[in-house]
Structures are given as structure tokens and as C-alpha cells.
């Protein structure tokens, strides 16, 4: 088998369903196979995949374990020759695994392969490549500094080598995931994706980022806008650097100081919805049940008019490719102020898609 794709799922159940049927698309012509982790979803998430994805390998955690510990269940249960550590809020096109598995076929020692990640706005995630980050490099991020952070070297659509990606996408050999022992079960959300970077490039490997394939990442609601996360996040920033960086007494209490002190006086970000006057649904037909369920004007259209303010696209994913859908949201976002996108998936009763970087977004069911 060429690829297996892991999916970490916890109570994304719409979410889930969308990069789904995106995923199914882009294996079409690939010997390969799905697998879906949940970590114990109080919503109807394992329901669905029964129901919707008979075919799809489902593990259905009692506990939630976190991330690095539910993707090492995963690829525990994995037989691909490749492995795509893959985050439920993604929606993939039907090339991506063709042509990211084409690249990493003519690599040798291939670490990780990340790709082109935007948000569902169509903005640009500076994290899809990323350095090491240095405890001085950190440091100067945390003050709006993000210059050394980011992979900058590389321009977003080029191709080359990089430290670290993101675990949203994540594409290497499963022989080198088991190399390294996987994803560190002590890192519960967040870090682990740096730390994984970083043990493939110690082990003697090279990691890739390949711009010339795109992926929506809607990001999570699991933001640094709630205690909790934040206190996960800058938690994960001192594991990393105790397991890698640790040095003696002071530089250790330097970096915890460092740590606390940006979370005491970090900034909650303030997310603020945008009117929407009409809808532009970009299908070859109405549906009427749609129509009925919106409280502004549905109008038809084969392509989008990007000078509309205050419009919110829908795409029909019955009607275009998932390809096209994320071409048109990249090729858009410059020109199209006031315009936010959603996305009907294929044979579904429901529409979702965010206009900010900050949340997932918005699910509308019909």
C-alpha cells in the first residue's frame, strides 16, 4: 500500500465529514487507505464516519489522549508505504497526494513534506514552513518579532528545504515516523509538531516544503483566545526546549520566566463578523433547500463576481472540483474585499467556511 492517511478527529464532526469526502477524492487512483482517530467526540462524529464512510478505518478512543498520542494509535494501525498525518479542519485537492507523493519518491534520506496551507479566507499560513525555534528566535515571535520564526527564505508557492512544518499536513515514510519513535505522547496539543520536525532532521533526514500544491486549513477554535490552550501552548514551548535546548539552571529559569511572562501578557484576539448583504451560490443549479434556509438573497451564478461587497460565496463541491474551489479562494483573496467563502460539500445538507484566520468558522445545516 502507497498511503495511509491518519486523521485525529475530536467533536469537528462537519469539519470532519468535508476533508473526508475532499481526501476520498484525492485517492481515487492511489492504493491507499483512511483512518480515522477519535478521541472520544461527545458529538455524532463516529456516527457519521459509519454511516457516510463504511470504508474508512475508524478507532474510537474511551479517552482523550491528545494529539501526539492519538496519531501514534493511528499509525500503529497503518500499512501505507507513506503516512499523511492529516488535521480533520483541511480540505485537500484531488492532486495533492499525486503530486506530493510523485516529489517524495525522488528524494533521498526524505524527512517530512509539508505543503501550502491557507486559511479559509484564502490568506496565506506563514506556518506551513518554519525554522527552529531558538529560544532567542521564540522570544522575539512573542514580541511581534516573526522574521526568524518563519521560513522566509522560501517564497510561498516555491519549493525547498525546510526545519519545520506543521502537523496539520504532515507527509513523510511511516519506517522513518517509527525511526523516531512518532509524535511525543508528552506533549498533550501543540509543540508536538516542532519536536517531530526537529527529531527527523537529528536522525539524519531532510524535510521539504513543496508549495506547488494547496490545502485549506480552517484552524482551530482551539485558539490562544481560551486559558486553557494557551497555558497548553506555552507548557508545550518549555517541554521543547527542556528536551532539546536544556542547558544549566539559569538559562532553564530564564526560558520558564520567558514563557509565563508572555502568557500573563499575551493578546486575546478580538474576532469580528462581517455582514453579509446577498449570497452568490456557484453551482449549475439551485438548491432550494439552501435557498430556504438562508435570511438573505441566494443568487445562481457558474463563476463569482469578486467587486460584490458584503457577499458571501458558497461553492457547490456537486458542481467543482475541490481543486477549483481552493484555485478560485487563493486567486480571489487580493481582489476580493468584502467577500467571504463557504463550501457545500458533495452529497451533504450543510455549508461551512470562515472569514477570518481566527476561528474555523461558521456551520449552517439545511
Known amino acids: 500500500m ?3 492517511i491518519v486523521i485525529l478527529n475530536y467533536n469537528v464532526r462537519h469539519f470532519l465529514e468535508l476533508c473526508l469526502k475532499s481526501a476520498q477524492a484525492a485517492t481515487v487512483n492511489l492504493n491507499s487507505e483512511i483512518i480515522v482517530v477519535d478521541n472520544n467526540s461527545s458529538d455524532d462524529s463516529c456516527q457519521m464516519v459509519k454511516g457516510l464512510f463504511p470504508e474508512v478505518i475508524l478507532i474510537e478512543n474511551k479517552i482523550n489522549g491528545g494529539f501526539s498520542k492519538g496519531n501514534n494509535i493511528g499509525v500503529a494501525r497503518a500499512k501505507g508505504e507513506y503516512l499523511c498525518i492529516l488535521n480533520p479542519d483541511t480540505v485537500v485537492a484531488e492532486d495533492t497526494f499525486i503530486k506530493l507523493l510523485q516529489f517524495a519518491d525522488t528524494k533521498s534520506k526524505l524527512g517530512i513534506v509539508g505543503c501550502k496551507l491557507i486559511n479559509g479566507s484564502g490568506v ?3 506556518e506551513s514552513k518554519r525554522n527552529i525555534p531558538y529560544v532567542h528566535v521564540a522570544l522575539k515571535k512573542m514580541c511581534g518579532n516573526s522574521k526568524e520564526y518563519y521560513a522566509n527564505h522560501l517564497g510561498e508557492n516555491e519549493i525547498g528545504h525546510v526545519e519545520i512544518l506543521v502537523g496539520a499536513f504532515m507527509l513523510l515514510k511511516r519506517s522513518v515516523y517509527n525511526e523516531i519513535h512518532g509524535f511525543d505522547e508528552d506533549y498533550f496539543m501543540y509543540g508536538e509538531d516542532i519536536d517531530l520536525s526537529y527529531k527527523v532532521q537529528k536522525a539524519g533526514y531532510r524535510n521539504y516544503y513543496f ?4 490545502v485549506i486549513h480552517y484552524k482551530g477554535e482551539s485558539t490562544l483566545k481560551d486559558k486553557f490552550y494557551a497555558r497548553k501552548f506555552y507548557g508545550a514551548m518549555q517541554i521543547f526546549y527542556e528536551k532539546h535546548f ?4 539559569l538559562f532553564d529559569m530564564m526560558v520558564w520566566l520567558g514563557i509565563k511572562f508572555f502568557y500573563v501578557l499575551r493578546r486575546v484576539p478580538k474576532i469580528k463578523k462581517k455582514r453579509v448583504s446577498q449570497y452568490l451560490f456557484v453551482s449549475d443549479k439551485v438548491n432550494e433547500s439552501l435557498k430556504n434556509s438562508l435570511k438573505k438573497p441566494l443568487v445562481l451564478r457558474k463563476n463569482i463576481d469578486v467587486e460584490a461587497k458584503n457577499t458571501e460565496v458558497i461553492f457547490d463541491a456537486n458542481y467543482l472540483t475541490y481543486k477549483e474551489i481552493i484555485t ?7 481582489k476580493s474585499k468584502g467577500i467571504t467563502f463557504k463550501i457545500l460539500p458533495n452529497k451533504s445538507n450543510f455549508i461551512l467556511g470562515s472569514d477570518t484566520g481566527g476561528v474555523r468558522g461558521e456551520i449552517i445545516c439545511f
Open 2 to 4: 502507497k498511503l495511509s
Open 124 to 126: 496565506f499560513l506563514p
Open 211 to 214: 508549495g506547488e500544491t494547496t
Open 246 to 249: 536544556k542547558t544549566n539552571l
Open 328 to 334: 478560485i479562494i487563493e486567486a480571489s483573496f487580493s
